[in-house]
């Protein structure tokens, strides 16, 4: 390292803030590589040396145009201006062989992940935002010493250059939908921590295209230009005249490259972002942006979930909400990560009044959950409506997320509340302290359980304090002007309120499997996992098994004790019409002492389907009962109940054809539909045919079609009480997305009188009632 060192202050003629710069950047890279996610090539690593590198090197090659004078010896000619160029790219590229030398070296160390992507989001992240910073600092420089004006005036433009492109960047977050940005320097910055699957690599070539292009022409001016013995500078194109066509088109390449940004995805503003959604809709409190290939009746039924959610946040914290929501929808996650940058996570930014997220079925999952972040946001303080210390400027994600959680109806299927959830957390002893919660190192921690904590005590909060100190805390006041407490002494107080919590002992289980996960931080190549399942799940949905195989085994070579690709193994046999070796597949999978309970029921489920696709019933039935035993939830085990409920019923075929079906050509949906409409003709007394005809096609936003299939079925005899409750509930759904309110109203009162509903179910159905406007009559 020393003999590097050496060499680029050789390259700078012994410069002190050449070699200064080049040794401060290879310490910092070399602590930077030890952080969990930055060991070696990948996305972290590339993001924050861009981060770290372009500003010194900036500034250190703004000082290039000076000429150097050694000690008793007088001032040397300036370099000409190409020279000057050249010069600071020789350093910059010296500079990032070090850099490379350093993230191969922590590579191997601590591993690779995926090193050919690593190295290509090095090469068009970093290394060509240095030479950019390289040719940026060279040039403020010439022009520096041309005005006659001294070193520090340099140094603040150089400077100002990678900042300026960090501040853009900044301004299109705040100005615009959008949470990526493509900065000339930094390289890419996906906008997201939740989003472990990046793909920017094709945008980011023909983003660099303009890059190139900058340098061309940057390199052709100075080539045209001479400097006078004082540093001065004068047009002299005689000599060099070949570069002024080449400059001229590499900057009209560089200016089209930025004009065409939206076209091109390397950024978006309100007016291109509308134009590519093409359709709105506006209810009485929200307009609704969507795309053409929505239809006109989801986006107004979207606008009713909007309006409702809005005055039940306003009724929660006790507040008014003025002005109007928009709220952004998008075909796909897909559709909504190139356009704005949040693929699989949904996004709120209260100081815009604006919510963005994928189409979902009705009602919408999360859309309440981001109103409240907007509603949140007008009784916070500072630019961006949030949360935290200096007016929302440090942002407290604990504060953000849990109002959100706290104010939004609870999940229509979850069968346990925030409390039980969080004394779950307790009794495992992986509850964290509120200090780890309510401040950034809540993102250190697993999304679920910093979510789950963080809304159980503002829900507290809420219950005893009531919603005007919560509004003051969420505005900026401290625990102590709000509460009048400390943040210990609440601290004490939850966890008393938890201590008052009745748990049934499988709900540890249940929990065990749904928090003890690490964070993506105490994760080893997350990006890379979950890309390869992603990548093999999609090949099995096109039926290309040696793809799908190929994509799990190297899943399994970055994570060796991966669930889900040990799981996609024993598909891959099934799909290759290879019965018996998928079973042992799943039997070998099922003896890992390591997989939770929900895991093995899975598995033992799993192996039930293949007993009863090849046509052993006893055999499927013990499989299904095994996986009963673990199935700690409703739904799985309903669904557990009707795959035995087939291994012994004139409706096997149907059944198999729906929920599992054809082990090398999967499910279709005609043929099982056909089937199912056959027994039910063949049964015309039994509903359970209509049941999962009309659960089908409300899960495909078929709700007309579902709702009179679960009439139908509830009409008839459903020989499985959880599935007549399922009915009862999907039923209510649906005809509430129809705007059938004398039939929701009917089919709601019906399910509240079942025994079998649980109260927290009981809860969240009485609250959605509220919002489709439902009467439920005295009691």
């Given at each position: 390292m020393m003999r590097q060192l050496q060499r680029a202050s050789a390259v700078f003629g012994s410069r002190p803030a050449a070699a200064g710069v080049f040794a401060g950047t290879a310490l910092a890279a070399l602590l930077l590589g030890f952080l969990p996610l930055f060991g070696g090539p990948g996305y972290e690593s590339a993001l924050g040396l861009g981060l770290l590198l372009p500003l010194p090197v900036a500034c250190a090659c703004a000082l290039e145009a000076w000429p150097l004078k050694a000690r008793g010896q007088p001032e040397a000619?300036?370099?000409?201006?190409?020279?000057?160029?050249?010069?600071?790219?020789?350093?910059?590229?010296?500079?990032?062989?070090?850099?490379?030398?350093?993230?191969?070296?922590?590579?191997?160390?601590?591993?690779?992940?995926?090193?050919?992507?690593g190295l290509l989001s090095f090469l068009l992240g970093p290394a060509a935002g240095v030479l950019l910073a390289a040719t940026w600092g060279a040039w403020v420089g010439l022009v520096a010493v041309h005005l006659g004006r001294g070193r520090g005036l340099a140094l603040g433009l150089a400077a100002l250059g990678p900042l300026g492109g960090v501040l853009l960047s900044l301004w299109r977050f705040w100005s615009s939908p959008m949470i990526f940005a493509f900065d000339p320097f930094v390289g890419f910055f996906a906008g997201t921590l939740y989003d472990t699957v990046i793909d920017a690599v094709p945008r980011l070539l023909?983003?660099?295209?303009?890059?190139?292009?900058s340098l061309v022409f940057a390199f052709c001016l100075a080539a045209l230009l001479r400097r006078s013995a004082s540093g001065r500078l004068r047009w002299a194109?005689?000599?060099?005249?070949?570069?002024?066509?080449?400059?001229?088109?590499?900057?009209?390449?560089?200016?089209?490259?930025?004009?065409?940004?939206?076209?091109?995805?390397?950024?978006?503003?309100?007016?291109?972002?509308?134009?590519?959604?093409g359709q709105s809709w506006a209810s009485a409190r929200c307009d609704v942006l969507y795309p053409s290939g929505l239809s006109l009746e989801r986006a107004q039924l979207l606008g009713r979930e909007c309006d409702a959610h809005v005055a039940a946040h306003e009724a929660y914290f006790a507040g008014v909400f003025s002005g109007r929501v928009t709220v952004y929808v998008f075909a796909s996650a897909e559709q909504k990560g190139a356009l704005m940058g949040a693929s699989h996570t949904y996004i709120a930014k209260p100081w815009r009044r604006e919510v963005y997220l994928q189409n979902d079925n009705y009602p919408h999952p999360v859309l309440g959950h981001e109103l409240a972040h907007v509603v949140a946001g007008s009784f916070a303080r500072g630019p961006f409506a949030i949360a935290g210390p200096l007016a929302g400027w440090i942002p407290d994600p604990g504060r953000i997320e849990g109002f959100a959680v706290a104010a939004s109806v609870p999940g229509l299927e979850s069968e346990y509340n925030l409390f039980e959830w969080t004394r779950a957390l307790l009794d495992l002893k992986l509850l964290p302290s509120l200090d780890r919660v309510f401040r950034l190192s809540f993102l250190g921690q697993n999304s679920s359980t910093a979510y789950t904590v963080a809304g159980a005590v503002v829900a507290w909060l809420h219950e005893e304090y009531g919603p005007a100190p919560l509004r003051a805390w969420y505005g900026g006041a401290s625990l102590e002007q709000a509460f009048g407490k400390s943040l210990g002494e609440l601290d004490a107080g939850f966890r008393a309120r938890l201590a008052q919590v009745e748990l049934a002992p499988w709900v540890l289980d249940l929990a065990r499997a749904r928090f003890d996960r690490p964070a993506i931080f105490g994760r080893r190549c997350p990006h890379e996992v979950d890309e390869l399942l992603a990548e093999g799940n999609a090949a099995l949905e096109r039926f290309d098994v040696g793809a799908a195989g190929a994509a799990y085994l190297r899943t399994l070579r970055l994570d060796p004790q991966n669930f889900g690709a040990r799981v996609g193994l024993a598909v891959c046999e099934q799909r290759r019409g290879e019965p018996v070796a998928a079973d042992a597949r799943y039997a070998e999978l099922g003896a890992d002492g390591a997989l939770t309970r929900v895991q093995r029921s899975l598995?033992?489920?799993?192996?039930?389907?293949?007993?009863?696709?090849?046509?052993?019933?006893?055999?499927?039935?013990?499989?299904?009962?095994?996986?009963?035993?673990?199935?700690?939830?409703?739904?799985?085990?309903?669904?557990?109940?009707?795959?035995?409920?087939?291994a012994r019923s004139d409706g096997r075929a149907a059944i198999t054809q729906l929920l599992i079906g054809d082990p090398e050509r999967g499910s279709d949906l005609m043929e099982s539909s056909a089937a199912l409409g056959e027994w039910s003709a063949r049964d015309p007394a039994l509903g359970l045919a209509d049941y999962l005809l009309g659960k089908n096609l409300y899960g495909r936003f078929r709700w007309r079609e579902a709702s009179a299939h679960l009439e139908r079925a509830l009409e008839r005899q459903l020989p499985l009480a959880g599935v007549r409750l399922e009915a009862l509930r999907v039923g209510v759904l649906a005809a509430c997305a129809l705007g059938n309110t004398e039939l929701a109203s009917a089919r709601l009162r019906e399910y509240l009188s079942e025994s079998a509903v649980g109260e927290v179910r009981r809860q969240a159905m009485t609250r959605f009632a509220a919002q489709c406007g439902l009467e439920l009559g005295p009691g």
């Open positions: 000619a300036p370099r000409s201006a190409l020279g000057t160029l050249l010069g600071a790219q020789r350093f910059a590229l010296l500079l990032l062989a070090a850099q490379l030398v350093l993230l191969l070296l922590h590579g191997a160390r601590a591993g690779f992940c995926d090193a050919r992507e023909t983003y660099r295209l303009g890059s190139l292009c194109p005689a000599r060099r005249i070949a570069c002024l066509p080449l400059g001229v088109l590499a900057l009209g390449g560089s200016v089209g490259v930025y004009l065409w940004g939206p076209e091109l995805g390397h950024y978006q503003n309100v007016r291109s972002l509308r134009a590519q959604l598995v033992a489920e799993r192996r039930g389907d293949v007993a009863l696709l090849q046509g052993e019933l006893e055999q499927a039935e013990q499989h299904y009962a095994e996986a009963a035993r673990d199935a700690l939830d409703e739904a799985r085990n309903r669904t557990l109940a009707v795959k035995s409920y087939a």
